[in-house]
């Protein structure tokens, strides 16, 4: 599980490390460098690939949260009741228990998770600033991944890259996705993590 984010220095390039066989039939670990510059990849690319990372990390310690006191608890049923009414008057229909979940997990976060968003020297990550500017652009102009980044884009799924785009273009969370998509958080993680192994395997 990973919990920790790249090092701010460290993010000009992309690593990973993948599990290859020898013609002895041994495996061996090896690390992958992406560079930007290098068949097609770009400058972006790569910021895409740590925010990637950066979600992950996120939702690893976000769900590896301890368990709430009695009185969180008892907070937690007040508002969840008035989120019920509120949705109901809004949408005209009830929530599902996966959008009260999200909801709940958004209102109610954890205190560490404070310092997830943040760099070691204390700043926002850039990465989401640039995920962010992105998504908050007031242009016509469409965004527009690498000739590369969409050659590997095109190995996912629909739904894979349904969820890449709103999160990492357009800027939505996780429970928001659910929600525009009509499936639980934890599909839209399942979709999220596939497609990232996808992405990274063919890079």
Avoid: C
């Avoid at 992958?32 to 895409?48: A, Q, R, S, W, Y």
């Avoid at 959008?99 to 310092?115: G, S, T």
């Avoid at 996780?174 to 999220?192: D, F, G, P, R, Y």
Wanted: net charge negative.
């Amino acid at each position: 599980m990973r919990i920790h984010k790249t090092n701010q220095k460290d993010r000009g390039v992309y690593k990973y490390t993948t599990t290859q066989r020898t013609e002895k039939g041994e495996y061996v670990e090896k690390i992958i460098v992406i560079k930007p510059g290098e068949n097609g990849v770009t400058e972006l690319d790569i910021k895409m690939l740590h925010s990637m990372d950066d979600s992950e990390v996120y939702y690893n310690l976000k769900n590896a949260r301890p368990e709430r006191t009695k009185e969180e608890k008892a907070e937690i049923e007040v508002w969840k009741q008035k989120f019920v009414s509120d949705f109901k008057e809004r949408h005209g229909y009830e929530p599902n228990k996966y959008i009260i979940e999200d909801a709940v997990k958004d209102a109610f976060p954890r205190d560490y998770n404070l310092f997830i968003d943040f760099d070691a020297d204390g700043d926002i990550d850039p990465d989401k600033r640039l995920i962010a500017s992105i998504a908050d652009k007031e242009s016509d102009e469409k965004f527009e991944w690498s000739e590369r980044m969409e050659e590997v884009l095109s190995l996912l799924t629909d739904k894979q890259r349904l969820v890449i785009n709103l999160m990492f273009v357009e800027g939505y969370t996780q429970s928001e996705i659910a929600e525009l998509m009509n499936i639980s958080s934890a599909a839209v993680k399942k979709h999220l993590d596939k497609a990232k192994e996808i992405i990274k395997n063919n890079f």
